[in-house]
Each structure stands twice: as C-alpha cells, then as structure tokens.
C-alpha cells in the first residue's frame, strides 16, 4: 500500500508516518521543508520526500503525487500563533482537501481512493444528530468568527460530507476527530465513538498524537475498521480519559 501525507511534518502527522511504517506501508510525504524531519526517513527507502508548498503545486503535479497512492491522508493544520491563526492561507485544510480530491477524480486510478482527514472534536458532524448545549453553540459561534482555523476544519469535514458525500465512485472517506491532543510516546488503549460523549468545549477529554497516528494507519490498512466507519466522523478519546467521564 502507497499512502501520501500532507501536513507529515506536524506534531499528529510524524507519527501518521511512523505508524505506517511499522505497518509495512511506502509512504510518500508533502512537507515545505525537509529541516526539522527525522532523519531516518530520509534514510527509509519506503518514504518519499517532495519538497513543496501544497497550495503551491500545480493540477498536473498534484495529479502525479497522487496516481500511484492508494490513500492520502490529511494532518494538516495551522500553528497556533498569530500568523499561523490569521494569516494566509486561512483556509489551508479546506483549499488541500478540495485540490487533492480533484487530483484523485481525475487520475487514472480504477479502484476508490482512501481520504482520511484529521479534524476536530469541536466540530459536528451535521450528517447526525449531535445535540449540544447552548453555552456550547455560543462559544463555537464565536470561534467562528475568532478563529479562522476552526471554520477551516468545519469547511474541510463539510466538503467530504455534502460534495463528495457517501456513493462517489473515485474517493471513500473518514474524519478522525481527536478530543484534546496531548503528547505522548507509546500507543495506549484508546476509544472510537461516533459522536463525543462529552463536550469538546468545557469537558474535554484527551488523546494522545501518537494514537491519534495509530488508528488513522489502522483505518489504512485495516479494511473491516475502514468499512465500518467510511463515510463517518469518529470520534477518539484515549481510554483513561473516557473513564474518567464516567466516574
């Protein structure tokens, strides 16, 4: 299996990579620069690094990036200081998701692609009934107009859901929703729900990168776990924090 990363170079994406690595997977990783990557992917023969700006890259190099993949998956995100809040580009996750999709339509490839995308727990998935508090609609109205990256998740989880939605014939989806990311370095126990069990805005869970990492490969590689959450939003709480919520 052949997977394309962008966004491989953040703190959820290094271990994306790394996870599919030990899984046996070629990887090819999009990173606008090769500075601060390991260094034993430049020594993997199974990673492939482009040098490039995503946005940047133009329909016929996007195309060629993903022709031979049989998965691409998305971490990418903004970094949370004032240029990468309200900077250019705002709407990074969004524009990578609609151009990389377009790639995929119009390769050549004869078999549906796997989109994951990493996004957020904050964000609904209006596909369901996800019913929150009122305080809850206040505070994420607010982000929206505050916080450009959080529109840019809710627009990027949307496109999947409302245009390339669940029967298209080139792309098979999911978006991973992790609660509150901490850092870790080995794989725990975690959980996959739906919808949170709890709110994302004052009880917030947490999960950590590397498992985050772990089941985005999982869902890769594993075809029973892709059917049967393709075309969903799951939802991931590392097991601790999930019984900590019920006590």
């Known amino acids: 299996m052949k997977v394309l990363v962008v966004g491989a ?3 959820t994406g290094r271990h994306l990579v790394n996870q599919l690595l ?3 997977n070629e990887v090819k990783v999009i990173v606008r620069s090769t500075q601060y990557l390991p260094d034993a992917w430049k020594d993997n023969t199974k990673v492939q690094i482009i040098t490039a700006s995503i946005l940047e890259l133009s329909d016929e190099e996007m195309g060629k990036h993903v022709s031979d993949c049989n998965t691409v ?3 990418l995100g903004h970094n949370m200081n004032w240029k990468g809040i309200y900077g250019t580009p705002r709407r990074l996750v969004t524009d990578a ?9 119009t390769s050549s490839s004869n078999h549906p692609v796997k989109y994951v995308l990493m996004n ?4 609904q998935n209006r596909d369901l009934v996800e019913p929150i508090s009122f305080a ?3 505070v994420i109205g607010l982000l929206r ?5 959080h529109v840019d998740n809710e627009k990027a989880a949307d496109y999947l859901r409302t245009v390339i939605g669940q ?3 080139h792309i098979e989806w999911v978006a991973v929703r992790p609660d509150g990311l901490i850092d870790e370095n080995e794989v725990t126990e975690y959980e996959i729900y739906p919808s949170p069990i709890r709110s994302a805005i004052f009880n917030a869970g947490k999960v950590s990168r590397i498992n985050v990492g772990h089941f985005m490969s999982e869902l890769i590689n594993d075809d029973k776990l892709w059917n049967k959450w393709k075309g969903q939003m799951p939802v991931i709480y590392s097991k601790a924090s999930v019984s900590n919520s019920e006590k």
């Open 9 to 11: 170079s953040g703190a």
């Open 167 to 169: 029967n298209d014939k």
């Open 97 to 105: 998701t609609k151009r990389l999709c377009s790639a995929i339509k």
């Open 22 to 24: 030990i899984q046996g």
């Open 136 to 138: 809850q609609k206040c």
């Open 73 to 75: 998956a998305s971490c």
């Open 120 to 123: 957020t727990s904050g964000n």
């Open 145 to 149: 107009v505050l916080l450009p990256p």
